[in-house]
């Protein structure tokens, strides 16, 4: 965030916006649901932060646009229908079990090598270790052993 600040993002902003410009006590309640990633376009843009105050105050004023619109009359129809459901279970005992083998197993894989100093120094003189590719070394083989 520019400013290094932590903030409420679009909707802390677009709620201050909206619960200043109704009457004194209104709550701004903003539910994302299922939007899935819901920060601005270009926010994982590390070299250019992108600031969510504009786009905050965007939203807010465009939901107090609706809200003028929106005429209230009485109407006594509203029913609660409540009703209990019973959804089945995931049995996830076998996927939990593969799981604590592969915790247990990992760091068995993780153990030191038998490889020395001296051995490992060899091995670089020996496949010239790539300074453009540090995270591999480049085998390059001798021009006697290049066939024609």
């Excluded at 619960?19 to 990633?37: F, H, K, M, R, Y």
């Amino acid at each position: 965030m520019p400013g290094g600040v932590n903030t409420a993002d679009l909707s802390g902003f677009a709620s201050q916006v909206i619960e200043d410009n109704l009457s004194p006590g209104a709550v701004a309640l903003i539910i994302q649901g299922c939007g899935g990633d819901i920060n601005p376009a270009g926010s994982k843009d590390v070299h250019h932060p992108r600031d969510a105050e504009p786009l905050g105050n965007m939203l807010g004023l465009s939901t107090l646009k609706a809200v003028r619109e929106i005429r209230c009359r009485e109407d006594g129809r509203l029913v609660l229908l409540n009703e209990m459901l019973t959804l089945p279970r995931n049995d996830a005992a076998e996927r939990i079990t593969a799981l604590e083998t592969e915790r247990e197993r990992l760091p068995a894989a993780l153990k030191g090598t038998s490889l020395n100093l001296k051995t490992f120094l060899s091995l670089i003189v020996k496949y010239n270790l790539d300074r453009d590719f540090p995270s591999g070394v480049a085998v390059h083989a001798p021009p006697s052993s290049v066939r024609r």
